[in-house]
């Protein structure tokens, strides 16, 4: 069971990045998935997550920014970060929700805006 | 917005036992439920405890959750305090959206 970010980056503020999580060793199509962030030296902030139907929630700080999709033919869940602001910084985890927590973690990937 | 605070800090001696807080800045803690998480320097998170008191099948029984109704709060405590332990600790949460709500990580110093 693995998850693997990819697509992170230095990206100047206001631009734009696209994240991509691919998911191996279980049925992907049967977990609902997330995105974590992290800035340096801070602690977890929740981002957004996507159901098996394919909905979605935000938090407030990213809705109308970010958008969260799944494409499950590929195995993989995606992160379109748009708008970018230094505060965007961040390592960002994929996360499969088991039946109570967020089980499975990938190693994230690093997110860097600056000018 | 709902807040979960957690001590900056904490220490313990080998061999002892250190509790770490989790307080809810509104409502009822107890109506839903609480997770920890361990992270060690440059990895994930991964689970700990989670429905306010479940161990996960591996993690010690050393670990223990529990839930304080009466100051909104949860604890994790950690007894047999082995140099293993040291890490960062996240409780985590959900406000009235149900969305998920991480605590500000408490760093476990076994000394």
């Known amino acids: 069971v693995q998850l693997v970010e990819s697509g992170g980056g230095l990206i100047q503020p206001g631009g734009s990045l696209r994240l991509s999580c691919a998911a191996s060793?279980?049925?992907?199509?049967?977990?609902?998935m997330h995105w974590v962030r992290q800035s340096t030296g801070k602690g977890l902030e929740w981002v957004s997550g996507?159901?098996?139907?394919?909905?979605?929630e935000y938090s407030g700080s990213v809705k109308g920014r970010f958008t969260i999709s799944r494409e499950n033919a590929k195995n993989s869940v995606y992160l379109q970060l748009n708008s970018l602001r230094a505060e965007d910084t961040a390592v960002y985890y994929c996360?499969?929700?088991?039946?109570?927590?967020?089980?499975?973690w990938g190693k994230g990937t690093t997110v860097t805006v600056s000018s | 917005n709902f807040m979960l605070t957690q001590p900056h800090s904490v220490s313990g001696s080998p061999g002892k036992a250190v509790t770490i807080s989790c307080t809810g800045s509104?409502?009822?803690?107890?109506?839903?439920?609480v997770q920890w998480f361990q992270q060690r320097p440059g990895s994930a998170p991964t689970i700990v405890i989670y429905e306010d008191d479940q161990r996960l099948s591996g993690v010690p029984d050393r670990f223990s959750g529990s839930i304080d109704s009466s100051s909104n709060s949860a604890s994790l405590t950690i007894s047999g305090l082995k140099t293993e332990d040291e890490a960062d600790y996240y409780c985590q949460s959900y406000d009235s959206s149900n969305f998920w709500v991480f605590g500000g990580g408490t760093k476990l110093t076994v000394l």
């Open positions: 996507i159901g098996t139907a394919g909905d979605t």
């Open positions: 060793g279980f049925t992907f199509t049967d977990y609902d």
């Open positions: 509104s409502g009822s803690i107890a109506s839903s439920s």
């Open positions: 996360a499969r929700l088991g039946l109570y927590y967020m089980d499975v």
